[in-house]
């Protein structure tokens, strides 16, 4: 497998723009993360998804980020407006609970600047 | 509700010394734990994680970590390092009872070697 993808590995834009995030999970696994991982914050967790449907979405910093998950094979995240205080990188990670143990599996994140 | 401290922010070593890096949990309950490893510019790679059984657990690239519940820790070690070895840490925990797969991570320890 090719492990979780995440598009695109770096991204930088301006004060107000849209952004959007991209996360191709492992095929087969159940459970869908976001994080984001800053200097001053360590890793935070946004959200997460069962099954295509959100669980948990109280990581999220207010109503300017939204995710979704429209099929078992693709997740988005998206900043909009963006701010400067949102540069971070942006990990996605998944896991098949049915395996048991319940273990992540990162991408290898998206690194954001905004300007 | 479960918690995660790694008691040290940063730990610089020698080439080839001996390192131990430290996590102690909180939990009323039976845990799944974990070490991951995060290289520069990169995502996290699970180093090894402790589900049932034996308390040492064994994991990639010569690392191996102790579950002591009495002590509530789970502690990393390695022998000896290698500039290689140069990364964050990351301890993390979770339920093995709950259905989510959701999983509490310390806040890292960076660890760097000096040839």
């Known amino acids: 497998d090719a492990g979780v993808i995440q598009s695109p590995r770096h991204e930088v834009t301006e004060m107000g723009q849209e952004v959007t995030l991209r996360c191709k999970p492992i095929?087969?696994?159940?459970?869908l993360f976001w994080y984001r991982q800053t200097m001053m914050r360590g890793l935070e967790l946004l959200i997460y998804f069962n099954n295509n449907v959100p669980i948990d979405d109280s990581g999220m910093p207010e109503d300017r980020f939204s995710a979704k998950m429209p099929n078992a094979s693709f997740s988005t995240l998206k900043i909009q407006p963006s701010e400067p205080r949102d540069s971070a990188v942006y990990f996605c990670?998944?896991?098949?609970?049915?395996?048991?143990?319940?273990?992540?599996?990162f991408g290898p994140g998206t690194r954001l600047l905004v300007l | 509700a479960q918690s995660v401290t790694q008691l040290d922010s940063q730990v610089p070593v020698f080439e080839e010394a001996p390192v131990e890096l430290r996590c102690n949990y909180s939990?009323?309950?039976?845990?799944?734990l974990f070490w991951y490893v995060q290289y520069p510019n990169q995502g996290l790679q699970l180093l090894l994680k402790?589900?049932?059984?034996?308390?040492l657990v064994k994991g990639i690239n010569g690392f191996e970590a102790e579950f002591n519940k009495s002590q509530t820790s789970f502690h990393l070690r390695k022998p000896s390092v290698h500039i290689s070895d140069t990364a964050e840490y990351f301890c993390a925990v979770s339920d093995p009872r709950s259905s989510a797969s959701k999983i509490i991570f310390g806040s890292g320890t960076r660890l760097s070697i000096r040839p």
């Open positions: 939990s009323s309950v039976s845990v799944y």
């Open positions: 990670a998944s896991s098949d609970r049915t395996s048991g143990s319940g273990t992540q599996y």
């Open positions: 402790y589900l049932s059984g034996s308390t």
């Open positions: 095929s087969g696994h159940d459970y």
